[in-house]
């Protein structure tokens, strides 16, 4: 019934640029933070960045801030994860999530209700 499905990923050349989105179904879309979240092998899954539901308020991941933008198309039911000058370290299962938090962004894995299967990321160096 809930769906969050992740699109968009592939290989790409150090430096260069990708979009993710997430199409979401079975939530009402307009009242979830959505999240972004990656896992590499044998880590654990941090948090990337996410955005409130209106899409007013955006939260970063130090690692990423500056470099990835976070945003959404709530008439669409779906989020994106713009990604520009990615490196070698941003390689990983790259995953959309959402959020019934009703009075901040959530930045850990358990502040988050649904997940999607994830869509891989390889920055080749």
């Known amino acids: 019934q809930v769906q969050l499905i992740e699109s968009g990923g592939g290989l790409v050349q150090d430096g260069g640029s990708l979009r993710l989105s997430c199409a979401a179904s079975?939530?009402?879309?307009?009242?979830?933070?959505m999240g972004w979240f990656r896992q590499a092998p044998g880590k654990q899954r941090e948090f990337v960045a996410a955005?409130?539901?209106?899409?007013?308020?955006?939260s970063y991941a130090d690692s990423v801030k500056g470099r990835i933008t976070i945003s959404r198309d709530n008439a669409k039911n779906t989020v994106y994860l713009q990604m520009n000058s990615l490196k070698a370290d941003d390689t990983a299962v790259y995953y959309c999530?959402?959020?019934?938090?009703?009075?901040?962004?959530?930045?850990?894995?358990?502040?988050?209700?649904?997940w999607g299967q994830g869509t891989q990321v390889t920055v080749s160096s």
């Open positions: 955005i409130n539901r209106d899409g007013g308020r955006t």
């Open positions: 079975g939530i009402t879309f307009n009242s979830n933070t």
């Open positions: 999530a959402a959020s019934r938090l009703q009075y901040y962004i959530g930045r850990i894995v358990s502040d988050y209700d649904y």
